[in-house]
């Protein structure tokens, strides 16, 4: 069965970078569309992107756009999430999950999330 993990997740000040990676085990992660997602305290959890099964193509939410972006090494078996210009309202606990398409209902597939803290 596929297991997915998120790592990379730290404290950064503000304008800062980082990039998470969403690692895959007992299966490839070309036959999924993987999602990125975030919950910040007290908040319901959010979607960052996307990357589409087969084709690669990505999308991002709104907040995301220009800031952020979706890779996949598949030699790696490893989806990253590179953000940039980080701000303090980006601190949340960013999750990875795995599943037949990008719709939320069809995350499969979770990890246990990485926390991303931003200061000013």
């Known amino acids: 069965q596929l297991q997915v993990a998120e790592s990379g997740g730290g404290s950064v000040l503000s304008g800062g970078s980082l990039r998470l990676s969403c690692t895959a085990s007992?299966?490839?992660?070309?036959?999924?569309?993987i999602g990125w997602f975030r919950q910040a305290p007290g908040k319901e959890r959010d979607g960052v992107g996307c990357?589409?099964?087969?084709?690669?193509?990505?999308g991002l939410s709104h907040f995301a756009k220009g800031r952020f972006t979706i890779s996949k090494d598949k030699t790696q078996n490893v989806v990253y999430l590179e953000m940039n210009s980080l701000k303090p309202e980006d601190t949340a606990v960013y999750f990875c999950a795995a599943g037949s398409s990008c719709n939320y209902l069809a995350m499969a597939y979770w990890g246990e999330g990485t926390l991303v803290t931003v200061s000013l």
């Open positions: 990357l589409f099964p087969r084709d690669g193509g990505t």
């Open positions: 007992g299966g490839t992660l070309d036959d999924y569309a």
